[in-house]
């Protein structure tokens, strides 16, 4: 079984400063990690995703994710914060055998300080 | 443009009432989900579709049913609910052949039940 950890479900930043969202996994096999973002009223849309490729992950938006396996952990970062990055982040792991085997952590709502 | 279609967006319903929530994708994946959404428990798998014909329970299962009698459409349906119910409902696709854990979202079904 796998399973995420997401601390800080609240995350507070100023417009133009780093930001960082931290998650630690658990899984039985090699995993697969991915980031999603859900703005406002809408659905989960995939920020990036790991998947035994290179361990540094650039995604859209500029945001990007380091996998390190020592760590089990797979932290979101993005040099500047903007407004539009307002949002709720969710961490995932994947299982390699279907997706009926995700396991979501349980969200970062950022909010971006003008 | 291609993508899923939730319907309803919204709907508040009595207890004890029968509810269907629609869901239709267009981008011909063999997979097909549903999640419920509740604050501070993340995404959480009610039924799971990996081809059409065949449907799978995931970790929340109970009081709710689904089909999948062709590709496209997956419907989710509430026999009798219970105020327990009251989510967002989320319906999401992915191509199962890539295994990625890359899921398409909608947009959501708010469901109130009283």
């Known amino acids: 079984a796998q399973s995420v950890t997401q601390l800080d479900s609240h995350v507070s930043v100023s417009e133009g400063t780093p930001v960082l969202l931290r998650c630690n996994y658990s899984?039985?096999?090699?995993?697969?990690l991915f980031w999603y973002v859900q703005h406002p009223n809408k659905g989960l849309q995939l920020l990036l995703k790991?998947?035994?490729?290179?361990?540094l992950v650039k995604g859209i938006n500029g945001f990007e994710a380091e996998f390190k396996k020592s760590e089990t952990s797979f932290h979101l970062t993005k040099p500047s914060a903007h407004m539009s990055d307002a949002a709720e982040y969710f961490c995932?792991?994947?299982?390699?055998?279907?997706?009926?085997?995700?396991?979501f952590g349980k969200g970062n709502q950022v909010v971006v300080i003008p | 443009i291609a993508g899923i279609t939730q319907a309803p967006t919204s709907q508040i319903l009595a207890a004890g009432r029968r509810m269907t929530l629609r869901c239709t994708q267009d981008?011909?994946?063999?997979?097909m989900y549903w999640y419920r959404q509740d604050l501070g428990l993340g995404l959480r798998l009610i039924h799971y579709?990996?081809?059409?014909?065949?449907?799978g329970k995931g970790e929340v299962p109970d009081g709710y049913s689904v089909s999948r009698a062709n590709t496209d459409d997956f419907p989710l349906t509430l026999a009798s609910a219970v105020p327990s119910q009251t989510s967002v409902y989320f319906c999401?696709?992915?191509?199962?052949?890539?295994?990625?854990?890359?899921?398409?979202f909608g947009e959501g079904s708010r469901l109130t039940v009283l």
């Open positions: 999401a696709s992915s191509d199962r052949g890539s295994n990625t854990g890359e899921l398409f």
């Open positions: 899984s039985s096999y090699s995993p697969s």
């Open positions: 790991y998947t035994s490729a290179a361990t």
């Open positions: 995932v792991v994947s299982a390699p055998y279907g997706n009926n085997r995700l396991a």
């Open positions: 981008m011909r994946h063999n997979a």
């Open positions: 579709s990996n081809t059409a014909g065949t449907t």
